[in-house]
């Protein structure tokens, strides 16, 4: 990784034209690029300080969907709820006028 000579920012690999030159990401100074390195991040984790997980997140059984009997009746109590939620907004409009 290579940084800008004069404001220390990321030099990042650019083509320009038919060849490739290194340009700043923040002042735009441009440089040769020299070979082609590829950069490889590496870290080491202790066995200590790993997370041990697991595959089973419940015990319940997998969910059943609903049957078509308990779809309707939600339906049937959402137009309910609705259908009041709409008689007591109406009252209330008559009561302010």
Known sequence: MK???????LMVP????????????KCGYTTKYEKQVD?????EVDKKSRVKTTSIVSSEKERVPPS????EQRVEEYYEIVQELIQEEIEGKTEEE
Not at 14 to 25: A, G, N, P
């Open 14 to 25: 650019v083509k320009e034209k038919d060849k490739t030159v290194l340009k700043c990401t």
């Open 68 to 71: 078509l009997e308990e779809k």
């Open 39 to 43: 950069y490889k991040l590496k870290e």
């Open 3 to 9: 940084f800008c000579p004069k404001c220390g920012g």
